[in-house]
């Protein structure tokens, strides 16, 4: 029996369940039918290989808001059915946001009315295999070329994966990257870039007004399609050397009373900033988004270390932490590498997700603005959905521990966890990795 009651003894989150099991029933409550939804996950995973459910009381709530999953559909495009069969994944797993890297020089993946050409030619380009595409001349070709490779998400296609991934309490926050990853943009629309010129740049050209006008007008499409509180602006890996060098970069400049690129950087995420806010959203970044001084409200995304975050937090800014070294898991899962295939390089086991502490290295003032954990697949070298299964599970196991549980965390525990989640994953359809299972490292 599921049942939305007024309060629950014990727990405080709205995403908490209660759950009895006796000989005779299973009943849960919750306060939201988030928390039933979580509720019902943590009871299929219970049945073991025979069949039964043990009996018993489990009073559960979140440990962290933001529980987040990052999938990179720029490197390589995948479709709607793809991208719903992770949002099931991530479900299982209590995750709760979703962020779609859509924008990048591998290609533009949203329909954006007001400029075509981001989906006519700038989702587009001369290979399939994003390593055959960046080691040769990085080409876009129209999107009728017998010879493209590519693709992108209509307006309707983000409607529907914004609404599937609503249905299990998830929401879908979009990235679109600036001011640099922005190759494919500049490809079409020259003017935006300090040189004027096609597949020169990567980053936009701040002094000049067009830019803006872009950047708000393609974002109030996105707002319009993604009910997201959080909007994602990248903000990563700016080279910012054309700056140095563009006439109306160092107008700006001088104008605005700045003294470095850093600043000039921080200028433009300052307005659109104010350009969310006023639309009543947030801007959330990478953590490149400190560099020339933090926007006042703005959530961080550590992802080159935790100083980032903590610093950010110490401000008191909320953050969310998703450090390469433990987060990113386009990294391999074994020492050796055998039979793993090409990855980019760095090791990331199951066993040390595990044993991640989040909040390791924030003071107890900090503590409360560390408001999530995420993990991150980038897909340069991920090209197929197997792939992409076999790199989440079942380390996303480990990371819903780090976003979900308060748990001791104990080895022994949670080997005898993922036998039973083999088993779930094997009933799902989803395919795993095995390293953990055979106990290479
Ligand atoms: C990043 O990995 N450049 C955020």
Redo the contacts with the bound molecule.
């Keep these: 029996k599921f049942r939305i009651v007024e309060h629950l003894q014990g727990v405080d989150s709205p995403e908490a369940y209660v759950m009895r099991v006796t000989r005779r029933r299973v009943e849960v409550e919750a306060t939201s039918e988030a928390g039933l939804y979580y509720g019902m996950q943590t009871l299929l995973q219970m049945v073991d290989a025979e069949g039964r459910i043990p009996c018993g009381v489990i009073k559960d709530e979140p440990r962290f808001d933001y529980r987040g999953m990052m999938l990179d559909v720029s490197r390589h495009f995948y479709d709607v059915d793809f991208v719903k069969k992770q949002i099931d994944a991530m479900a299982a797993y209590k995750l709760n946001h979703l962020h779609l890297h859509l924008t990048d020089a591998a290609g533009w993946r949203i329909e954006i009315e007001r400029y075509p050409r981001l989906t006519e030619l700038a989702a587009w380009r001369t290979h399939h295999l994003w390593k055959d595409w960046w080691n040769g001349e990085r080409r876009y070709v129209e999107s009728d070329d017998p010879d493209s490779h590519g693709g992108y998400y209509t307006q309707a296609d983000i409607r529907e994966i914004v609404d599937y991934a609503q249905q299990k309490y998830i929401t879908v926050i979009p990235e679109i990257e600036m001011p640099s ?1 922005s190759e494919e943009v500049l490809a079409v629309y020259p003017e935006l870039s300090c040189s004027h010129e096609s597949y020169k740049d990567s980053d936009f050209c701040i002094g000049n007004e067009q830019t803006f006008e872009f950047l708000e007008n393609v974002l109030s499409e996105v707002i319009a399609l993604f009910p997201s509180e959080y909007i994602h602006i ?1 903000g ?2 700016a080279s910012k050397q054309s700056w140095k060098v563009c006439p109306q970069c160092q107008a700006r400049m001088q104008q605005e009373n700045l003294s470095t690129v850093d600043e000039l950087q921080s200028y433009l995420i300052h307005r659109i900033e104010t350009y969310l806010n006023t639309h009543g959203r947030q801007l959330i970044g ?1 953590d490149e988004i400190l560099d020339g001084g933090l926007a006042p409200r703005a959530i961080v ?1 550590s ?2 270390g935790t100083q980032g975050g903590i610093y950010a937090a110490e401000r008191g800014n909320d953050v969310v932490m998703t450090p ?1 070294t433990l987060c ?1 898991f386009n990294f391999y899962q074994t020492e050796s590498r055998e039979g793993e295939g090409l990855h980019i390089g760095g090791h990331i086991p199951f066993e040390k997700v595990y044993a991640w502490d989040p909040y390791a290295g924030f003071s107890e003032a900090a503590r409360e603005h560390l408001i999530g954990v995420q993990c ?1 697949l ?1 897909t340069e070298y991920i090209k197929d959905m197997a792939t992409i299964e076999v790199m989440l599970l079942p380390r996303l196991a480990a990371m819903a521990e780090a976003q979900w549980s308060t748990d001791r965390r104990d080895e022994s525990t949670i080997r005898a966890k993922m036998e039973t989640m083999r088993r779930f994953y094997e009933a799902c359809g989803w395919q795993c990795a095995p390293y953990y299972f055979d106990g290479r490292k």
Excluded: A, L
């Design positions: 990853h990248g990563d890996e990478w995304m992802w080159r390469m990113y991150n980038w």
